[in-house]
C-alpha cells in the first residue's frame, strides 16, 4: 500500500488525518514541523499532505526540496485563488482548503496516487494509455509508436513525469532547455506542445494535456 507523509504542526488535524488515512490502508509518516517533514523525504513516501505555516520551514520552503515527483496536496487555511494558484505554479498537484471534509481528503488523495506516474527499473513510463521507454526514447499508443520530434518527446517525457501536476511554461523551458535548444520562448513551446497533443489525439482518440490558462500544461 501506499505510503503518505503528513507535515502538520496542528496535533489534533494531524491526529485525524493519520487515523483516517491509516484506516484506508496507508502507511502513514508523521511530521509536526516543515524542517522534520524534510528529513523523511528519504523515507521516499508516495504522496506528501502538507500545511503551509508550519514550524522550522514553511510548506512553500518544503516544496522546494521535494525533487522525485513525489504528488504534494496542500491542506491550508488560505483559500484566496492566488495563494491557490501560487501553490500550484510552485508544485503542488492540488490545494485543500480548512476547515477540510475527510473524505474529500481521501478521494483527492486517491486521485493524486493513481495519477501519479512511476518509472520502473526498466526506465519506462506508462501514463493514459501512453508508453515511454526512456532508454530507447521511444514513445507509443496501444502497441502502434508515435513518432515524435526531440522537442516534442522531451516535452511530453517531463508532463509525464510530473502527472496531475500544472507546470508552468516557464517552468516546462528550463526543464526541457538542455534537450531542446530550439524552444527558447514561449511561444515555440505553444507551437511545439499543440503539435504534440494533434499526434496525441489522432493516435489516442483523446488529449490527455490540459492547457491550464495564465498558467501552464498538466498531463491528466
Do not use: Q
Not at 531542446?180 to 504534440?196: A, G, I, Y
Request: one cysteine or more.
Amino acid at each position: 500500500m501506499a505510503k503518505i507523509l503528513i507535515v502538520e504542526d496542528d496535533e489534533d488535524i494531524g491526529d485525524i488525518l493519520c487515523s483516517e488515512m491509516a484506516k484506508e490502508g496507508y502507511e502513514i509518516l508523521r511530521a509536526y514541523s516543515g524542517t522534520e517533514g524534510r528529513s523523511l523525504l528519504g523515507k521516499d513516501p508516495d504522496l506528501i499532505l502538507m500545511d503551509l505555516m508550519l514550524p522550522g520551514m514553511s510548506g512553500e520552503e518544503l516544496l522546494t526540496h521535494i525533487t522525485d515527483n513525489t504528488p504534494v496536496i496542500a491542506i491550508s487555511a488560505r483559500s484566496s485563488i492566488e495563494d491557490k494558484t501560487d501553490l500550484l505554479e510552485r508544485g503542488c498537484t492540488d490545494y485543500i482548503t480548512k476547515p477540510f471534509d475527510i473524505r474529500e481528503v481521501k478521494a483527492r488523495a486517491a486521485v493524486a496516487l493513481r495519477n501519479s506516474s512511476k518509472k520502473d527499473r526498466k526506465g519506462r513510463l506508462s501514463v493514459s494509455g501512453i508508453d515511454m521507454d526512456t532508454d530507447s526514447h521511444t514513445v507509443s499508443i496501444d502497441g502502434s509508436p508515435l513518432h515524435l520530434t526531440r522537442t516534442e518527446y522531451a516535452i511530453l517525457k517531463y508532463l509525464m513525469t510530473n502527472s496531475g501536476r500544472v507546470i508552468s511554461k516557464a517552468e516546462l523551458l528550463e526543464l526541457i532547455s538542455k534537450d531542446t535548444p530550439d524552444c527558447t520562448d514561449e511561444s515555440t513551446l505553444k507551437v511545439h506542445v499543440s503539435n504534440l497533443r494533434k499526434k496525441i489525439k489522432t493516435a489516442l482518440g483523446s488529449d490527455p494535456i490540459e492547457a491550464v490558462w495564465g498558467i501552464g500544461f498538466k498531463f491528466n
